[in-house]
């Protein structure tokens, strides 16, 4: 922090915004949004395009600053136009209702540059053919790219396209492979279909009622043929293979906060470059 400071008050752009993305986010001193845009605007200044990108947000949001969604916009594509792959996501994103040509301009230009969220919504656009010609394994390709980076959406919309053959061959390998992934971050589609695999032995997998009845536990939250499911596989149960299954949901609940909370701290310091 004392470094950031030191040279952010000599002008160093790149500082300046990291300084306000410390005022920004609490790290090192108090959260403090008015501190953070007055840092981001002498970063600005400056030619970062970081800044500019993060002060567009601030002006969307009303973080620090009142709202201005004109000022948000020139701002976010300021930086775009610079460059920054996380402001050609959100511009191309901005343009889907208005412009879908240069939708996709923008959004291929974050995915070309390795965002994620943009790798998959590229891959949506080959999927439905918006904006493009409809090319199934162009979309397979992205899917595959945004997957790979951990983005759920793109692990479970590729599952789909293995388990469907649909711009590639079928393969309940890799199926189940990028469910669990997926299942891992907490999603609970992910844990619903390995609960449904386990339970009755499908796709391969081992038949293992307390690893299917712990997966279904957690998708059961939010899935109501998990519930149902859950409950049949409940009833076949010892009540001691039902203790194991709800010590093994436990478990897994505490991994994916582990993991959700690992995720969580990444994308905090990620405002720092």
């Known amino acids: ?22 005022f920004a986010i609490g790290e090192g001193v108090a959260s403090d949004p008015v501190q953070a845009v007055s840092w981001y605007r002498k970063a600005v200044a400056g030619g970062d395009s970081h800044a500019q ?5 601030c002006h969307r949001n009303g973080f620090g600053v009142v709202k201005d969604s004109s000022q948000a916009s020139a ?13 050609q996501s959100m511009l191309g994103t901005d343009l889907l209702d208005q412009d879908i040509a240069q939708s996709v301009v923008w959004i291929r230009k974050a995915a070309e540059q390795g965002e994620p969220v943009s790798q998959y919504n590229l891959a949506k656009f080959y999927a439905d053919g918006v904006g493009v010609k409809r090319d199934l394994a162009q979309a397979v390709s992205w899917y595959r790219k945004s997957a790979d980076q951990g983005l759920v959406e793109a692990q479970v919309q590729l599952a789909d396209c ?3 053959g649909e711009g590639v061959g079928g393969d309940e390998e890799t199926v ?19 609960g449904l695999c386990y339970a009755t032995g499908l796709m391969k997998l081992p038949k293992d ?7 279904l536990t957690l998708a059961a939250r939010s899935t109501p043929s998990a519930r149902d499911l859950l409950a049949r596989v409940n009833a076949g149960m010892t009540e001691v293979a039902r203790e194991r299954a709800k010590a093994r949901a436990k478990k897994l609940e505490e991994e994916v906060q582990a993991r959700v909370a690992e995720r969580n701290l990444t994308r905090k310091f990620n405002v720092f470059y």
């Open 53 to 57: 990108y993060y002060l567009g947000v």
């Open 162 to 164: 293995y388990a469907s």
């Open 75 to 87: 701002l976010i594509r300021g930086s775009a136009e610079k460059g920054l792959a996380d402001a």
């Open 1 to 22: 922090m004392f470094w950031f400071r030191k040279a952010a008050d000599k002008g160093l752009p790149r500082a300046q915004f990291d300084l306000g993305a410390c």
């Open 176 to 194: 189940i492979a990028l469910m669990r992934k997926a299942a891992e971050q907490g999603d609970p589609r992910g844990q619903n279909l390995l």
């Open 209 to 215: 009622e307390v690893e299917g009845c712990a997966y």
